[in-house]
């Protein structure tokens, strides 16, 4: 059975009003102009029984979390402490989610420059209760029987999730990654992936992937297709580190979504011993071939073949090379290629899109843009300084997706609280004339 105050906690006590006891510019009085829950109770509705005790109030749990994510109270118990004893949460507690169309309603959100990033958050889970690959396991133990593993089994189907195979697997959080990547000891982790308008720093979309890599990348085209079926957003621009800059999604930016990519180029043709690099060589698009500084061709094919081939490799590549008869007594061979009887390049099927991303890495925008990146990284030094969610308390990646997400409303409430709902001016004892 829903359960709701039938009257409000104006008078705790007499001659009391907890109202006039929360002060005009309190940072909740700023959420509270900018939070609407109206519509939460018959959203929920249909969940709730008609028979029963009055359970917690919906709106009165989701603002009492809005308020732990806000403050970084991280137990429970404490929370309901804290609510108990502060009057300003308690004022708060007594009054949608959709904080990103408030922020878009007030100004806040541009749409000019998207920037993403990830940031590692420990897991709750611990390396004794785990086991590596190969160990063997009774999968049918109860004790292992959890949301969280039946979740993960579930997921197991996902081609790319089975395709990896983690150096350690947690048996209390098996979705979560075992990582190195902060250069200290290993963890079990998540990431939480933000794609912000760059602004204002309005964190527009997030996504809870394991502590991979790949798996952050590739969450960047899920948060951006997202916003753009959600709230009618691309950007004109989109800002990311050198881990975001692998042909795939250079060419899926620049050839599917028409969005500049802001981007380093991932390159990993940097020759280490002396020899010429690639950009010593010309690129012929209608010839569809390299020129060396001799002026030899390099090509995908010397010679027909009966069933034409694509060339193009698993790594999505194109093989140039050049003729074997050129380069015996081409003077510049030992620099060119001293150890192969030719010189040869793999070309990217996206090259065309990496070659963007090089013209636009030298122009003034995009040192603008590497500024403006700092702001995603300021909001996740924010989410774990201030909001304290260094570890998570839930597990499965349905877990860790609750939390990241309640922490970026609370992070977009805080900024749209301060940037549109100012407090009103002072009177009285104090205040300017």
């Known amino acids: 059975m829903m359960g709701q105050q039938a009257g409000g906690q104006e008078r705790l006590f007499y001659s009391f009003n907890l109202e006039d006891h929360v002060p005009a510019n309190h940072l909740l009085r700023g959420i509270d102009r900018c939070l609407d829950l109206s519509g939460l109770r018959e959203h929920l509705a249909k969940y709730y029984s008609h028979t029963g005790r009055p359970s917690i109030d919906p709106e009165l749990m989701v603002r009492m979390l809005i308020i732990g994510y806000s403050y970084g109270i991280r137990s429970e118990r404490r929370l309901c402490e804290e609510v108990h004893l502060n009057l300003a949460y308690r004022w708060f507690c007594r009054l949608g989610l959709e904080v990103v169309r408030r922020c878009m309603a007030a100004g806040l959100v541009k749409a000019e420059g998207f920037a993403v990033d990830a940031s590692l958050v420990a897991a709750n889970a611990g390396h004794q209760h785990s086991i590596a690959p190969g160990e063997r396991c009774d999968w049918n133990n109860p004790q292992i029987d959890t949301r969280a593993m039946r979740e993960y089994l579930a997921a197991l189907d996902d081609e790319e999730l089975a395709a990896v195979v983690p150096r350690k697997l947690s048996l209390s959080d098996p979705h979560s990654r075992w990582t190195a990547a902060t250069g200290g000891v290993a963890f079990f982790a998540y990431s939480t992936n933000y794609l912000i308008d760059v602004a204002h720093g309005v964190i527009l979309d997030v996504q809870a992937t394991p502590a991979h890599r790949t798996a952050e990348v590739e969450s960047t085209k899920t948060m951006i297709e997202r916003v753009e079926e959600r709230f009618d957003l691309k950007p004109q621009r989109l800002i990311a580190d050198m881990a975001y800059g692998s042909a795939p999604l250079l060419g899926w930016m620049v050839e599917q979504k028409a969005i500049e990519p802001h981007v380093p180029v991932w390159d990993k043709t940097e020759r280490k011993d002396g020899t010429l690099e690639r950009d010593a060589f010309q690129w012929d698009e209608e010839a569809d071939e390299y020129r060396c500084p001799q002026g030899y061709p390099l090509r995908r094919q010397w010679r027909p073949f009966k069933n034409p081939r694509t060339h193009v490799t698993k790594a999505e590549t194109v093989i ?94 805080r900024r749209l609280a301060k940037l549109v709902s100012p407090a009103p001016p002072l009177h009285g004892i104090g205040a300017p004339a």
């Open 320 to 413: 140039y090379r050049s003729s074997e008869r050129s380069c015996t007594d081409c003077p510049m061979k030992p620099r060119c290629c001293p150890n192969t009887p030719f010189r040869k390049i793999a070309r990217s099927t996206h090259e065309s899109a990496r070659d963007v991303a090089r013209r636009i890495a030298i122009t003034p925008a995009y040192q603008r843009s590497r500024c403006e990146r700092k702001k995603v990284e300021m909001l996740f030094a924010h989410l774990k300084s201030i909001l304290k969610l260094d570890r998570l308390r839930l597990r499965g990646l349905s877990g860790a997706t609750d939390e990241f997400t309640l922490a970026a409303i609370a992070q977009n409430l």
